[in-house]
């Protein structure tokens, strides 16, 4: 069914069964309820705490009590891009979206920093997450308020001698701040 198909359909629909529809969308998909719960109550900060929480134990898994080994990373950067992918989905704010991409990005650092990865695809990965974050501060008009987060991105990178830390420094060096 097309989009016009649809607005034609859904004219023709009266008021109560307008709601009788939707509310049986609510009740059979879950992504409509997720949509609706947070349209109607958007906790974003909730939202962004328990997200940074998620991607956080990506690279520091919490050890459960009572159990005497810790459990290893798995440092999945598609935690993350669910995560994004949702936020973006339902509407969440610009300036948290672009934080949680950051976030990303700097708890993978805060990782290497402690712990030698020799996975090339880790450091390509978190080159592609770089330029995702910069083009979406870009395309929204934000850059300015992340500008400091993303040079000190770009500098630990330089810090922690990643192999493609000049790709990070050509992001950076083609914006205008």
């Known amino acids: 069914m097309s989009k016009r198909d649809l607005k034609k359909y859904l004219a023709e629909l009266n008021k109560e069964q307008l709601e009788e529809q939707i509310i049986e969308l609510y009740e ?11 349209a109607f109550n958007p906790k974003e900060d909730k939202l962004l705490q328990e997200s940074r929480t998620k991607i956080s134990h990506e690279y520091f898994p919490v050890k459960k009590p009572g159990v005497k080994w810790r459990p290893k990373a798995k440092m999945r950067r598609s935690v993350a891009q669910k995560i994004i992918k949702h936020f973006i989905v339902l509407g969440v704010d610009s300036f948290v979206i672009a934080d949680i991409m950051l976030y990303n990005i700097e708890i993978a650092q805060t990782y290497s920093a402690e712990n030698f990865i020799k996975q090339e695809l880790f450091y390509k990965s978190m080159l592609n997450s770089f330029e995702q974050a910069v083009n979406f501060a870009i395309s929204n ?19 922690q001698k990643w192999k493609n830390k000049y790709d990070f420094e050509a992001i950076v060096d083609k914006i205008d701040f």
């Open 28 to 38: 059979k998909f879950s992504p409509v309820k997720v949509y609706y719960d947070f």
């Open 141 to 159: 008009g934000i850059l300015g308020e992340f500008k400091a987060r993303i040079i000190a991105i770009q500098q630990e990178t330089i810090q």
